[in-house]
């Protein structure tokens, strides 16, 4: 049993992924490794994403940190089962509540409220956990504020019985950006029907689609093997999209092309305001490649620091394709670095026009061999819109980088 996906269930869509770092490593030292890790933002998200975690996963580990108890509402709809007031739970918050020198208000019961059949995990001091038996899939609800190490311990003997009753479970995600989702469903299914060894399920993840493939065996090396054989057909389904796998951020993949072709990189950015060089820069060595990040949000600063012509920007305006070129250029010139990336657009809310609604987008690469840019338009909120516009300036690059013989000129 090697296959764990780690959910957060967070209000908060930019929170540190800290907690799911360091479980991830107390996972990863019993040998088991943590193929997805997924923020869930909003309570309509939680039943959706523990359906998907559940098909097919060995150990599905929800770190909860609202207070409300989603994922066990969740869980109980979907494997049919009714909440019970656990005694044991109610005891434990009681005895929390307690030591906190509080009396526990009555809307605090609802929180020892547990799916019919699950296992409270408890540890001297801490915040108790919960262990529920799918038919698919052992999941762990643990509390995101408490250490995870002393629960964890009570998970191993049932992980161990559970891989010596049903085999081996290997899992890998592969990850896509520019496709559409259901087509790609479609695609894989008719490939890879008829395989009763392998699961595969296709997601949405922020602005990417994510392939999870899980594959069962009598014995590692088996369901190693089944994966081995699956992820050529999907590479080639998801084609010249397809840029990684597992924990591999989109960003570690760009540096690791820059770092192979020794090449450098600077970027200048409008309407991402330096998210594009955050993501760069949370790479571990970085400094390799990246050679400095200009945020121009004023035309004044796009002339002052990049040289764009005052002329440039009267007549086709910030948000444009010949501005984004020449801001690409610019950066690219007085860094004296082999490439230059922009990014020029309307994050919104307000801004937009009907020649140039809210969401319009446009990012240049800028090589020795020329300049190139594309438009996008974007949906979303302002973040949103944000988020997309860094994620497809890192593709861009991407695709560029992998390019044998890159063309000279422009491209709009």
Request: aromatic share 4%; with cysteine.
């Amino acid at each position: 049993m090697t296959g764990v996906e780690l959910l957060l269930l967070t209000p908060d869509p930019d929170r540190e992924d800290a907690g799911t770092a360091a479980l991830a490593r107390l996972l990863a030292a019993r040998g088991l490794a943590v193929a997805v890790r997924r923020l869930v933002p909003e309570e309509a998200e939680v039943e959706r994403a523990l359906r998907q975690a559940l098909e097919g996963r060995a150990l599905v580990v929800v770190l909860e940190e609202a207070a409300g108890p989603l994922a066990r509402r969740g869980l109980a709809r979907l494997l049919g089962a009714r909440l019970v007031l656990n005694a044991r739970l109610l005891e434990a918050l009681a005895a929390a509540f307690q030591a906190r020198g509080q009396a526990m208000p009555r809307e605090a019961e609802g929180l020892a409220l547990v799916p019919q059949g699950a296992t409270v995990l408890t540890t001297p001091g801490g915040p108790p956990g919960l262990l529920v038996e799918a038919p698919s899939a052992l999941v762990a609800l643990l509390p995101a504020a408490a250490p995870p190490g002393p629960i964890l311990e009570q998970l191993w003997p049932l992980l161990e019985a559970r891989a010596r009753r049903e085999g081996v479970t290997a899992q890998r995600t592969l990850k896509a950006i520019g496709l559409d989702l259901a087509e790609v469903e479609a695609r894989l299914t008719s490939r890879l029907a008829g395989r009763p060894d392998l699961v595969v399920r296709c997601f949405p993840h922020h602005g990417e689609v994510w392939v999870r493939l899980v594959a069962h065996g009598a014995t590692a090396a088996g369901a190693e093997a089944t994966l081995a054989r699956a992820e050529p057909v999907i590479a080639e389904v998801l084609g010249e999209a397809y840029y990684g796998r597992d924990e591999e951020p989109l960003e570690a993949v760009v540096g690791r092309l820059l770092r192979e072709r020794r090449l450098t990189l600077a970027v200048a950015e409008s309407c991402t305001g330096g998210l594009l060089g955050h993501r760069l820069t949370e790479v571990p060595g970085s400094s390799a490649y990246f050679e400095r990040g200009l945020v121009v949000y004023s035309n004044e600063a796009k002339q002052a620091l990049l040289g764009v012509p005052a002329t440039l920007l009267a007549a086709h305006g910030a948000v444009s394709g010949p501005v984004a070129e020449a801001m690409a250029r610019g950066v690219r010139e007085r860094a004296g670095t082999d490439l230059g990336l922009a990014v020029t657009g309307i994050a919104g809310p307000e801004g937009g026009s009907p020649a140039k609604p809210v969401g319009t987008v446009f990012i240049a690469v800028a090589s020795p061999d020329g300049v190139e840019a594309r438009r996008f338009r974007f949906g979303g909120t302002r973040s949103e819109i944000k988020a997309l516009s860094a994620l497809w300036a890192l593709e861009l690059l991407r695709r560029r980088l992998l390019r044998r013989d890159p063309p000279g000129g422009v491209s709009a």
